[in-house]
């Protein structure tokens, strides 16, 4: 069973072009969640999503950002027009469906985003 | 102030060292996990409490939850212990779901 995957690893972008990091949950996890790790900082929750909803979008900065969880495919966070704060380490975490009483995350690797 | 706060910040140790970490937090939550993050950067999920006590191997995680605080102990250490062990809990409701808040992270640096 494959862990959670994360692509690309590393991603370098010019200042206004459009970053796309996405993230394939483990096998039977419907829950994703994306986490942003600042420079020298500690992890901040974003968005957290189940297929085809976003539940919980209060961590995500209110412009330029969007993320989505399809019925097929990965999960997908978008920044449009990068700007050089964006640099940071996002990882991705998912979960099994609640209620089943597993709720620990498992991580991604993480996609660390350079600004340029 | 943050709603997680760990200490210390940095931890160095000698090889064969008991180590403690701590992580208070201010909020009331359904459940605390202590996480590993590699020099590569990669996070590994250690534990997840809600009550007591638990152990995997040399490391042993507590929490007591009407004092809201949790410890990380690292029997007879190992250079490859070296990481940053970070707290997050999980306070979220049947809306947030299980979004995690997290500490600053403690780096610990074991020494051969």
């Known amino acids: 069973n494959a862990g959670v995957m994360q692509n690309p690893r590393h991603l370098v972008r010019r200042r206004g072009q459009e970053a796309r990091l996405r993230c394939s949950p483990m096998?039977?996890?419907?829950?994703v969640y994306w986490y942003r790790q600042l420079p020298e900082e500690g992890l901040k929750f974003m968005v957290y999503?189940?297929?085809?909803?976003?539940?919980?979008e209060s961590g995500m900065p209110k412009e330029r950002f969007s993320a989505e969880f399809p019925k097929e495919g990965p999960s997908i966070l978008r920044i449009q027009q990068v700007v050089r704060g964006d640099s940071a380490a996002y990882f991705c975490?998912?979960?099994?469906?609640?209620?089943?009483?597993?709720?620990?995350?498992?991580f991604g690797p993480g996609t660390r985003l350079l600004v340029l | 102030k943050n709603e997680v706060e760990q200490s210390p910040q940095n931890l160095t140790a000698q090889e064969g060292e008991f180590i403690t970490i701590n992580c208070s937090y201010s909020v009331g939550i359904s459940a605390l996990h202590w996480l590993q993050q590699h020099p590569g950067g990669g996070i590994v999920s250690l534990f997840m409490l809600s009550s007591g006590k638990k152990k995997h191997g040399r490391l042993i995680a507590t929490i007591n939850i009407q004092e809201k605080h949790s410890s990380l102990h690292i029997t007879a250490s190992h250079p490859r212990d070296s990481a940053v062990y970070i707290c997050a809990v999980r306070s979220g409701t049947e809306t947030s779901g299980s979004r995690l808040t997290f500490g600053e992270g403690t780096q610990l640096t074991v020494n051969p």
């Open positions: 096998k039977g996890h419907s829950h």
């Open positions: 975490a998912s979960s099994p469906l609640r209620g089943q009483g597993q709720e620990t995350q498992y």
């Open positions: 999503l189940q297929k085809e909803n976003i539940i919980d």
